[in-house]
């Protein structure tokens, strides 16, 4: 079955500095590749995701970048602000198929 | 307004005394899946159904049965709760496979 690996498990940065969150998944046949953020006692929600047949997408602050030949595809956030910080969550799936699998979570903290 | 509404939200019980976490969603999603929470192991599937009468296995289904006898409905039933399946529960749904997951607010279970 699918595994996706996420890294860092926490990340602190300044406000105003870039985070970058990365994953790596093991199934060629995942072609979905979604990220959510969840805040402390909320419900997870999606901010960003990207299929196999772009490399990168952009909304605003946030970007992701695909590499489907190394199975790996990363969060960028750029200018980030303090209501950035929350736990972010990527995760691997089939657009043909219901099962997706998360990675472990990134705790991240931007310092005012 | 488009509702994910998982119920309860909050349990204890005891071991071995049987029940269920009810799952309604109001957007008339073919996909629905229950993943579980924990501490530092990010959000695991355990069952995901792709359509009425059609379920499968996620990544942790032991302990665990589901039923989708109507499309808006998606019960998760413990048969026998054990202390290890305390833990947060998220319902969640989509249009299909590779699109959106909308998440419920999520049922804190814990046994005793």
């Known amino acids: 079955g699918e595994n996706v690996e996420q890294h860092p498990s926490t990340l602190s940065v300044q406000e105003g500095d870039s985070a970058v969150i990365k994953c790596t998944y093991s199934d060629s046949a995942s072609n979905y590749f979604p990220w959510y953020k969840q805040e402390l006692g909320k419900r997870p929600q999606l901010i960003i995701d990207?299929?196999?047949?772009?490399g990168e997408k952009k909304d605003q602050r946030i970007a992701v970048t695909l590499n489907k030949t190394a199975k790996h595809f990363s969060l960028h956030i750029t200018e980030t602000q303090p209501e950035d910080s929350a736990v972010y969550f990527c995760a691997a799936g089939g657009t043909s198929y219901g099962k997706l699998t998360f990675g472990q979570g990134t705790i991240l903290t931007v310092h005012p | 307004e488009a509702q994910v509404t998982q119920n309860p939200r909050y349990l204890i019980t005891v071991t071995g005394k049987k029940l269920t976490v009810t799952c309604s969603q109001n957007m008339n999603h073919e996909y629905m899946s229950w993943y579980r929470q924990d501490p530092g192991l990010g959000l695991r599937q355990i069952y995901y159904s792709m359509n009425v009468e059609v379920t499968d296995k996620g990544d942790v289904p032991e302990g665990y049965k589901v039923s989708r006898k109507e499309k808006r409905n998606f019960p998760l039933i413990l048969e026998s709760p054990s202390p290890n399946q305390t833990s947060l529960y998220f319902c969640?749904?989509?249009?299909?496979?590779?699109?959106?997951?909308?998440f419920g607010e999520g049922s804190w279970l814990t046994v005793v």
């Open positions: 969640a749904s989509s249009g299909g496979a590779g699109n959106t997951i909308y």
């Open positions: 990207i299929r196999s047949n772009v």
